[in-house]
């Protein structure tokens, strides 16, 4: 009997995707024989299908927005603070600033002035086609207030305000030819009124002036121009009682205060290009003692390199460049710019300081790496007319994107293109510390936050534990970060707010306020305005205008801060009906006060004790050296004498007597 024997071994069949049921037949096999009709057509099946991922999309932000409201909710509400005082002006409010015991406020016609006790108009400047856009004031003394503002034409104009009178002195960028005339973009004053910076633009270029303001003979003027006018006043009632003398500011309009001096003239860097010198010798001469670095145009680099390299850099990224576009090298028109107080880094050999008054500025230019330090010097006024040359230059990784002074111009902070940001210690000229935002965004702004002990104390006695420097940082996406910079010990970088989801609550413009520690003024697109404490990451106070009112522009806020009577001024705007909206701008503004001292911001923003001192064995060794380097640098101008004079100076002299002589002998041959 024959038997059906398997000659291959028993195994599983291989898998295959022949028999598998498809995506789009799913729902053919059915077990049900009373569904075949339920079932769609294949094209409305895919209609179903991104319906249902619309749908299923949509409810996923909806269960995000209910999940973000109760944690809103959860958080502690901020307070709500109401306006201590109000006055009206009869224009609409377009800037403000706080100059001892007056409000300026800039005008659509003119410029005004409020007493900060009652309130009261104590003068007005009215110009019908003078709209005052931007003004700047700093106290001289003795009742005398420097002003700087800018119209919306783009003209510069400096008052002096002494005995409740406006007094004009000039127009910064006044021409005679009206085509000739450049536009101010930007304006800078000094404390306590000794210089003033314009940033000056027209149709091609861009460059920066620095003026220094004769104050001490405006003061002198105005004392003997007060004395006049009382003892003409008084010969006046003598001769005749029944009349009234003439009013001071009625005198002084006669008076001419000495116009700014020119100091500096800056001008944007200029791109690099190839060399000029024919060898090492000639670029040798130009080098003035090596001592710091430069803008780096003194170079060997051809320009068949730079063209070589050029090519080799189109060839390797051809198809980004294709995607992206070609982007030229352009001179830069906007810069940003700061007046610096004494330091190491900006005193000259020979230089009288005195501590409160600005010795040099720093400067840093659109889309540049540098930061470039120029010394005040009242010598280089015959030079203002030439490129200045910067006395000291720090170069940075990535383009400058913003940067920002402390209070006490002790400290710099610079932030870049690629968010990272450095805090320098201009005091003793190096950095604090290097953070870098690890997310992709765009730093918008950096600010200092309330003033420390070490900003006060430029020693920073040995055996103290320094504190901390804060910087607050905005981003172009409203997000906020702080830095914080231990003398001692690595820098932290901390995530304050993410970006809002909703879009009424962009920032529009933030400002520390300096009175109270890790206090930060936070206003948003949709007029509210809140006060951040940065330690806990909350709002804990909200200011609010009067129901009738609304902060207008509330993507442009007009505000300011003062800082010694410790109050918020507000503009708000009465809300329009709707048969107003067709009419023009409002005529009148409301300027509303917070006194922070009406509110309990002394109990939420307690000043922090200071740090107890510790003895020298129990400090670890990184303070040790900092100590070390501290006490060591106290000697550093003697060292420097020593070893600058003496030593680098001849060796710079050696090397450019021997270049000298090498060239003499080149041209005999």
Request: charge should be negative; hydrophobic fraction near 40%; proline fraction near 6%.
């Amino acid at each position: 009997m024959a038997l059906n024997t398997r000659t291959d071994p028993l195994g599983i069949p291989p898998p295959s995707d022949k028999d598998w049921p498809k995506e789009d037949e799913e729902d053919f096999f059915l077990l049900d024989p009373d569904r075949k009709r339920d079932v769609l057509p294949k094209p409305f099946r895919m209609i179903n299908k991104l319906v249902m991922q619309v749908f299923e999309s949509a409810m996923e932000i909806i269960e995000r927005r209910e999940m973000l409201q109760e944690a809103q909710k959860l958080k502690v509400q901020p307070k709500k603070c109401f306006p201590t005082a109000e006055f009206q002006v009869t224009e609409r409010a377009n800037c403000l600033a706080v100059s001892g015991k007056y409000i300026f406020v800039g005008l659509s016609v003119g410029l005004a002035a409020f007493n900060t006790c009652d309130f009261k108009d104590v003068c007005a400047r009215d110009a019908a086609n003078t709209e005052i856009c931007a003004i700047h004031a700093s106290d001289l003394g003795n009742e005398c207030h420097v002003l700087l503002a800018v119209d919306e034409m783009g003209l510069a104009w400096l008052f002096c305000f002494h005995k409740e009178s406006f007094l004009l002195i000039k127009i910064l960028n006044e021409v005679k030819d009206i085509s000739q005339r450049s536009t101010c973009v930007e304006v800078v004053l000094s404390r306590g009124g000794d210089y003033a910076g314009i940033l000056l633009q027209d149709s091609t270029k861009a460059w920066l002036e620095i003026y220094q303001l004769p104050k001490d003979s405006w003061l002198t003027e105005m004392e003997k121009n007060v004395g006049a006018a009382e003892e003409l006043a008084c010969s006046e009632r003598r001769s005749n009682s029944s009349s009234e003398g003439l009013p001071v500011s009625a005198i002084q309009a006669d008076v001419k205060l000495d116009p700014p001096v020119l100091l500096l003239t800056v001008r944007p860097p200029k791109p690099i290009t190839g060399t000029s010198f024919k060898g090492p010798l000639d670029a040798l001469k130009e080098v003035d003692d090596g001592s710091m670095l430069g803008l780096g145009y003194n170079h060997l680099i051809k320009d068949s390199q730079w063209e070589l390299q050029e090519a080799i850099f189109r060839s390797t990224y051809q198809e980004n460049l294709e995607a992206e576009g070609v982007i030229k090298e352009e001179i830069p028109r906007y810069a940003v710019f700061h007046f610096l107080l004494p330091s190491q880094i900006l005193e000259g050999p020979e230089m009288k300081v005195q501590p409160d008054i600005p010795v040099g500025i720093g400067v840093h230019w659109d889309g540049n790496h540098n930061f470039c330090l120029y010394l005040l010097n009242p010598s280089l006024q015959e030079k203002a007319d030439s490129d200045l040359k910067p006395d000291v230059v720090w170069p940075c990784a990535a383009p400058i994107a913003c940067s920002a002074v402390s209070s006490c111009s002790r400290y710099l902070a610079l932030a870049g293109e690629d968010a990272t940001i450095t805090i320098w210690d201009k005091h003793l000229g190096y950095p604090l510390s290097v953070a870098a935002i690890l997310e992709e965004r765009f730093i918008r702004s950096i600010h200092f936050l309330c003033d420390s002990a070490a900003a006060r104390d430029e020693t920073c006695g040995a055996d103290s534990v320094c504190p901390v420097i804060q910087l607050l940082v905005l981003c172009t996406d409203s997000s906020f970060y702080l830095v914080k910079a231990p003398r001692a010990g690595k820098s932290s970088i901390t995530l304050l707010a993410d970006r809002p989801e909703n879009p009424n609550l962009t920032v529009s413009a933030v400002m520390p306020v300096l009175a109270f520690p890790s206090a930060v003024l936070i206003f948003s697109w949709d007029g509210t305005v809140s006060l951040m404490n940065t330690d806990t990451s909350q709002a804990v106070y909200c200011f609010c205008t009067p129901p009738s009112h609304a902060v207008e522009p509330c993507w442009q806020p007009v505000f300011t801060v003062d800082s010694v009577n410790c109050c918020l001024l507000l503009r708000g705007d009465e809300h329009q009906q709707e048969d107003d909206l067709v009419q023009d701008k409002a005529t009148h503004s409301t300027i509303f006060l917070f006194d922070f001292n009406s509110y309990s911001l002394k109990d939420t923003f307690p000043k922090k004790p200071d740090l107890p001192l510790k003895p020298l064995q129990e400090l670890q060794w990184i303070e040790r050296c900092n100590i070390f380097l501290r006490d060591r640098f106290r000697f550093l101008p003697e060292r420097q004498q020593v070893l600058l004079e003496i030593e680098e100076q001849e060796y710079w002299d050696y090397l450019q007597a021997q270049a000298a002589a090498m060239d003499n002998e080149r041209e005999k041959m």
